[in-house]
């Protein structure tokens, strides 16, 4: 990958559509993962506005201190950066306390997990309307296009994605020229959804690279009765995954009513 020149492409192509929507910048959701390190920072070279949204919801402290480090690193870097903290901990539990209690507490655990992300994406939107800002999406290639690995209408809620025609791998090299916090880099990927140390590969049972194999290997047509050991296991998460988010990935179904009809 030709990096340096995939960034500018990149913060050309953000600063070309905000011109054209009439938009005065960004905002975006910092998590301390490499998606958001990387995609607030592409943004933040565009010299529009970028508004960083904390969003803690009961976080891990590790979660909650690469976030902050990472905005004070873009402030220190870029004039066009303001910062915005938001506890949404007290408003999810309030959430909680609401909803008909259930018997088995572990049945909810999904749904609350992304609650947890589509609460963050109405913040979003919220600040976003007052500022006349886009909401930017962190979402990357593998997760977004391969294995579904997001929140319908939670951090899958954007109006635009910078890096989603990039691999995990490819948005590692960006950040690393980019010389984004090297605690961030090194840190084991999570949706941090969940209040745990739980990983992305421990969630979904393969790592990144292992998924940008498998996602090759599908897009020329190949099947699992051609791998063994653990290339199989690997392809056939993929597929499965790839076969169970396919209505996170395809447009919303419409109900067509023939002419006949109407």
């Known amino acids: ?48 506005d970028l508004l960083c949204l904390e969003m803690p919801i009961h976080q891990a402290e590790s979660q909650e201190t690469r976030a902050s480090h990472h905005i004070d690193w873009l402030i220190g870097n870029f004039e066009n950066v303001k910062r915005q903290a938001v506890d949404l901990t007290p408003v999810f539990d309030s959430l909680i306390a609401a909803l008909p209690a259930v018997e088995n507490e572990e049945d909810r655990f999904m749904s609350l997990a992304n609650t947890r992300a589509r609460l963050r994406m109405a913040t979003l939107y919220y600040f976003a309307a007052l500022n006349g800002y886009l909401v930017a999406g962190t979402g990357n290639k593998v997760e977004d296009f391969g294995v579904g690995f997001y929140t319908k209408y ?36 999570t949706d941090g959804l969940w209040g745990d140390d739980r990983t992305d590969e421990d969630q979904i049972g393969a790592s990144y690279p292992e998924l940008e194999w498998a996602m090759k ?3 020329e047509g190949r099947t699992v009765s051609e791998f063994s050991d653990r290339k199989k296991q690997v392809f056939s998460i993929f597929k499965r995954l790839n076969a169970a988010n396919q209505h996170k990935m395809q447009p919303i179904p419409v109900c067509t009513i023939p002419n006949d009809l109407k």
């Not at 600063?15 to 607030?40: E, L, N, R």
């Not at 809620?157 to 961030?184: C, H, W």
Request: hydrophobic letters at 45%.
């Open 1 to 48: 990958m030709k990096t340096e020149k995939v960034i500018d492409h990149i913060v050309d192509w953000l600063k070309d559509y905000a011109d054209k929507a009439g938009i005065k910048g960004f905002i975006i959701g910092i998590s301390g993962g490499i998606d958001s390190a990387v995609t607030s920072t592409l943004c933040a070279k565009t010299g529009l």
């Open 154 to 189: 939670g951090d899958g809620g954007v109006d635009l994605s910078p890096i989603a025609d990039l691999m995990k791998t490819e948005v590692y090299d960006i950040a690393r020229f980019l010389g984004v916090n090297q605690d961030i880099v090194v840190a084991p990927p």
């Open 217 to 219: 290997m599908n897009d």
